[in-house]
Structures are given as structure tokens and as C-alpha cells.
């Protein structure tokens, strides 16, 4: 231990003073060893994966958590779920209401703000989430997220008011915001080099399918069984993966460093200048702890500290992703192509009952959702993956595939006849599906490995606050305004020309795949040191010493 000490002597003297020292006892009382932190990207920083948790076993149970997800999303818009207001014709005869509208007898604008709220949860709690994602295990905090989405699942088929379902509609979005963030790094870190667009777009091929299915689910237990009991079986259906979420071993992100998060319950001692490090010691080389050695003051971090750091860390995040112009032009692209899509996915089956007749709404949007959502995602990321999956190839297919599928889907709505409408809107979905893997590629790989779960949830609040957060309740006032869907419907296609328009810019921009770009040593030091306490020499001079000369 003598030769261990005097190393530590030398390394200090030598000026290398960028390590922090950490005093771990051992198993034996009579020797104690001076362990330095890993830093990110060395091998004692990994954790391996449990034996039986594949890459490919991964992706399907997040793949499952991700539909159930938008399933959720499909249900709430399904005229079985969502009903309609009761309506009273010039001869003074009523019908009565049905679903969420009837019984709580909302305006449309009023409905809307149902999925407005939930999508406030959504992005206030994203960003929190991914933060935490430096000091916790981000698989646990999944797995927090999926147990309050389950609780507020049910907490909607319980609902007493509007306003009870309204705050269980915010809740659920709390809990979808874990798994949002953290989600797609996790794929991303498991897929192979040569298959991650097509992994990211089998996951986001939940989307439409999970929307179409919630459609059909929806209206088949809204219709039989009352919209209650759609909520009621969708938080049954979560329950088992909130539950993996805590029993099943935790698994570690690329870019993240397992010090870390070690240092945040560990009683840290930095080296005080002037200190040798054998003088850190108690005498006959008894480990030195509980604060009886020379020169260190072991602190428990305090909440307050803990709290500022997080806040720091994300304030130094948040610069770095506002200056990656890749990153901004993409986001923008992304918020107006969501504002359309999202209005879609809420108002579409009511705009289809309404300007086509359809009996069978639900089933029809549903039945195009699931197919063209399917084939178009998966389309998308096979053909970027063919052509070299790289940033620029990434902003040439969104804005090719998005200028198209818009045109189309602007065409079909001119169609008076019902069969012209479903063969163009279809084939117009599949083009504006394409973009569903390219988009969230260029999300995680414009950015440093350890800044993706940051770019993931930042990306999600700006598409959800400036996109379809307001799109439902804007598309609903606009529909009470000139009550004809055809021409609502023509209004808010015309947006997909935007979005294309944004995405063509950022073809001529000069990009970067970041994936594989490791911290460098003056990053690794400062996230150590945002984790660690003030030394004893600014909190209380007076019990340092100072050592002899």
C-alpha cells in the first residue's frame, strides 16, 4: 500500500490533478485502495446486457410498449370513444350524446383540448426526463414512466368531470415521456451499423399502427361496452412492462458513464491543493473515512446542489442543441409536418363520417392508418438505409417523400367520390410515412451520444407545443368557423408544403454524424465535477489544514 501511496504522491506532484480521488474501503479492514473514475468510453465504464435481454428482444418489448402508447392515442380520437355532443334538430327532437363528448357535453374546441392536455405533460416532463438521464439509470426511469402512464390510463376510464379526465389526460402524458426519450437511444445503441434507420423504423411503424388499432379498439369497445372501459383495458395491457421496468436488470446508454451515476450516492473527496495524497490517510494505513483524515471533508450532496446541477447541466445541453443548425432545421421541418399529421390522427375520422358519410369511420381511417403506416415507415428506412443512411441522404428523402404524399393527400380531398378519395389519401399516406425513420435518425445522430436523450425529448416538446398541441384545438375552432370539413381539411393539408420546403434546406447544410464521437477528457471532467461536492477549502477553511512544506 506504501508503493500505492507513494504513485498518488508522484502523480500529484507531476500536475496531474484532473482525476478525483475516491476512498473505498474493502472487504478487509486492513486495506483500502485509491480507485480513480472512469472516465466515459473506458471499458470499466460499460455494463453488459443480461444474457437473456437481446438486441432483437429490446426492440420487440419496446416496440410493444411504443403501440400501446398510440394506442392510447387512437382510442381517445375514435368516434366510439369520443363520441358525439347531443344535438337537437329545428323541431325541438334530441339525440343524446355518446362517448367523452356526451357524456361531459364538450364543444369541439373543448374536445380538443383533451389531447392538448395531454400532450402538456408530454413536454414539460420529456426534458426532465432525459436530464435525470445523466444521474439515474434511464431503463429505471422508464420504468417509473410506464407505472404513472398506467395510473392515469385508469384514472381516464374513472373520470367523474371534465376536468378529472383532463388531468388524467396530462398524467398520461407524464408517463409516456420517459420512454419517448430514452427510448429510441437505447435501439439505436443495439441495432446493427448497417440496419439502424430500419430498426428506428420498425419502432416508429407503432405510431400509425398503434393509432389505426386504437381506432378499431376504440370503437369497438366504446360501441359495445361504453368508452370507459377502452382505458380500463389499455392501462391492463401496460401493467406487466411498467413492472419490468423495475425487476428486470438495468441496462446502461452509449455516451453515459456508469462513474457517474455512482458518484451521486457515493461520499466523494476531492484532492485539496497543497495535499499529498498520502496524506489522505489515517495512520498504520487505515482506510481514511468518515471525515478523520488530513486535507478531504467527505459531503453528501444535497438536494438544493443536486438540483442546480441538473439545472446547469441541461442549460449547457440546451445551448449546445440550439447551435447545431442540422438540428434546428430538422426540428422546424418536424413541427409542421406533426402539426398536420396530428390533427389527422384526431380529427380524421370525424372529417371522413362528415364529408364521405362513412357508417365505419373508425374502421376505414383505422384500415389505411395500419397499412399505409406499416409499409410507408418500413419503406422509408430500408430505402435510406440502401442509399447510405448519412444526414444529408436523410434530408432529401423527408423532403421529397413529404412534398409528395402532400400533394396527394391534398388531391384525394377534392375527390367527391368516397373510393377516389381512399386510393389517392392512401397512397399519399404512404409517402408521408416515410418520413417517420429518417427524421428521428437525423435526431440522434446530429448530436453526441450523450446529448440524444436530450435531443430525443427536446425534439418531442417542439413538435407537440408548436405542432399538434395546437393544430387539434386550432383545427376544431376552424371547423366551428366554416363548418365544412372538406374545406378544413384542404386548409391544414396545405402545411405538408412547409414542412417539405424546411427539409429541403437542410439538404445544403454541412452535416456530421456525431454517433460515434466519444467526450473529450475536458467534457468528462467537468460532468464529473458537476457531480461531486466544493472542497473543504470554500465551505470551511477552517478544518484544512495546511500540509507541512
Known sequence: MGEAAAKSSEAEESGNTSSVVVVVPQETESESAMRTIPVEGSSSSKSSSPSWCTPIRLLVIFCVINMLNYIDRGVIASNGVNGDRKKCDKNGVCTAGTGIQGTFDLNNFEDGVLSSAFMVGLLVASP?????????????????????????????????????IAVCRMLVGVGEASFISLAAPFIDDSAPAAQKTVWLALFYMCIPTGIAIGYVYGGLVGNHLGWRYAFFGEAILMLPFAVLGFVMKPLQLKGFSEAAKTLTSAEIVEPVSGVKAEDARGKDDVPARQGQFSGKIPKKTSWSKCTFRQISRFGKDMKVLLLEKVYLVNVLGYVAYTFVIGAYSYWGPKAGYSIYQMTNADMTFGGITIICGIVGTLAGGFFLDRISSTINNAFKLLSGATILGGVLCFGSFCFKSMYGFIALFALGQLFLFAAQAPVNFVCLHCVKPSLRPISMAMSTVAIHIFGDVPSSPLVGLLQDHLNNWRSTALILTSIFSVAAGVWFIGVFLHSVDRFNEEENEEENADMVKSLTTKTSVEENPKRVEPSEP
Open 128 to 164: 426532465i426526463f432525459a436530464s435525470l438521464a445523466k444521474s439515474h439509470n434511464p431503463f429505471r426511469l422508464i420504468g417509473v414512466g410506464l407505472a404513472v402512464w398506467t395510473l392515469a390510463t385508469a384514472g381516464c376510464g374513472g373520470s367523474f368531470n371534465y376536468w378529472s
